[in-house]
């Protein structure tokens, strides 16, 4: 799996398409075991320097770390709450057909959940011997 150069990803966290190559790559980022924490991290490309910018604004500071809270909140809520429909969004604009995510994390959740019953089953309902 390729993955994208630090300027590229830069690009890609802010919604730029990436070439095909790294579409395989783009698929692990939607839909690997960290998926949420990735998507955050690229939310926060977008809202650390605005963030900044106001801590810059004339004012008491007690004034700019209130307004950098309040919009850091604002954001990452409203970022979160649409995550999924963000994340199908973006593997659309690589080539995916839609719900592509949604439907391999629900595959691989459904693995894991056979494999943790699988090892339930194998060590508390052991056939009694008698």
């Not at 980022?29 to 998926?35: I, L, M, P, R, V």
Request: aromatic share 12%; charged share 20%.
């Amino acid at each position: 799996m390729e993955r994208p150069s630090a300027l590229r990803w830069f690009g890609y966290a802010v919604g730029v398409r990436l070439p095909e190559r790294y579409n395989e790559w783009a698929l692990h980022d939607a839909t690997s075991k960290h998926w949420r924490a990735r998507f955050v991290v690229q939310r926060s490309i977008g809202i650390v320097p605005l963030c900044a910018v106001w801590l810059l604004l004339p004012g008491s500071i007690w004034l700019r770390l209130s307004l950098v809270l309040m919009a850091a909140l604002v954001a990452y809520f409203y970022s979160c709450a649409y995550m999924e429909e963000s994340v199908e969004h973006r593997l659309g604009r690589q080539g995916f057909p839609h719900n592509t995510g949604r439907r391999l994390r629900a595959e691989a959740a459904e693995a894991k959940n056979a494999e943790v019953t699988a090892r339930y089953l194998a060590r508390y309902r052991t056939p009694s011997e008698g």
